[in-house]
């Protein structure tokens, strides 16, 4: 059975930085595309970053590109987001996905994710 546990996130001031991370058990994580997703109330989830298997590729939303950081350790089976120079307009519950078909190139799609963490609360404010 897979399992994605999210840990990570809280509150931080703008221009400060956090590191999300998502566990994953179950499966192999780099045989896999993952991504990350924000959503914020009354809005749809959106793409944040995702990572291809093999990491042959990456996607990063405009919105966050240049600020934030996909990645895998695949030792300790975990992806993470790293977020640098938070803004405001970065705080949402973000959520960690993976793609449950094998070597597949990553999307912004969340349709394309078979298994989500339970999401975590990221606040940029002062």
């Known amino acids: 059975q897979v399992q994605l546990v999210q840990s990570g996130g809280g509150l931080v001031q703008p221009g400060g930085s956090l590191r999300l991370a998502c566990a994953a058990s179950g499966v192999t994580v780099d045989y896999h595309a993952i991504g990350w997703f924000r959503q914020v109330p009354g809005k749809e989830r959106e793409g944040v970053s995702c990572i291809s298997s093999s990491d042959v590729s990456t996607y990063y939303s405009d919105s966050v590109k240049g600020r934030f950081t996909i990645s895998r350790d695949n030792a300790n089976n975990t992806m993470y987001l790293q977020m640098n120079d938070l803004k405001p307009e970065d705080t949402a519950v973000y959520y960690c996905?993976?793609?449950?078909?094998?070597?597949?190139?990553?999307?912004?799609?969340?349709?394309?994710?078979?298994?989500w963490g339970q999401g975590t609360q990221v606040t940029v404010s002062s």
């Open positions: 996905a993976l793609e449950g078909s094998p070597y597949r190139l990553c999307s912004k799609n969340v349709y394309e994710y078979d298994y």
